[in-house]
């Protein structure tokens, strides 16, 4: 069974900095995609970074809505990403989501969801 345990949640003010980690445990074979999703309050779930591996590196994506201000990054020895949020801004709250899609055999791939991390930025 794989498990997306996420931490680093909390109450930040106006124009702070939070890092948020997502580590992976249990069947892995290897990650191949992790992403990071928010949710707020009466919204739809957003996409706002991705993280590919491949055999050439690794690839980083961030949405327009965060971009220059929030990074992930990807630990492979640990198989843990971060997303590090500064200049965070009272409309960044939401709960926060990793996502990744784990190979636990040579054919079967699957998609898990960690059980989410609320981010408060208060004014």
């Known amino acids: 069974q794989v498990q997306l345990v996420e931490s680093g949640g909390g109450l930040v003010q106006a124009g702070g900095s939070l890092r948020l980690s997502c580590a992976v445990s249990g069947s892995i074979f290897s990650i191949d995609f992790m992403a990071w999703y928010r949710q707020a309050p009466g919204e739809q779930r957003e996409l706002i970074a991705t993280i590919t591996s491949t055999k050439n590196g690794v690839t980083t994506n961030t949405a327009d809505s965060v971009k220059g201000r929030f990074t992930t990054s990807r630990d492979n020895a640990k198989n843990t990403i971060y997303l590090q949020m500064n200049k965070l801004k009272p409309e960044d709250t939401a709960v926060y989501y990793c996502?990744?899609?784990?190979?636990?055999?040579?054919?079967?791939?699957?998609?898990?969801w960690g059980q989410g991390a609320q981010v408060t930025v208060s004014s």
């Open positions: 996502n990744a899609d784990v190979r636990t055999t040579t054919y079967q791939v699957a998609t898990f």
